[in-house]
């Protein structure tokens, strides 16, 4: 005797199966709540990232001029004649 009735039998047993079938039911006010404060957590994140960036930005051009500084690139600066 087979285990299994028809090829299709092990679908059907998968597809009763009760995935997902967990329901939490909250008011529209928590459900607002809980969705500003995951906004809240990826803005305090992307706005870090943007902080972060922002830093490596200002390295990378103290990093250039200083470069330029030593290989004498930077143009010659004007003194203005003293009165």
Known sequence: MSFYNTP?????????APLGSNVVVVSDTMYKEY?????????????ARAQSYRETAN????????IQ????LLPATEEAPAE
Request: hydrophobic share 40%; no cysteine; charged share 30%.
């Open 8 to 16: 299709f039998h092990l679908l059907d047993t998968v597809m009763q």
């Open 69 to 72: 500084t030593e290989a004498g």
């Open 59 to 66: 390295l990378i051009e103290q990093e250039i001029a200083t």
């Open 35 to 47: 969705k500003q404060k995951q906004a809240q957590k990826e803005i305090d994140i992307l706005e």
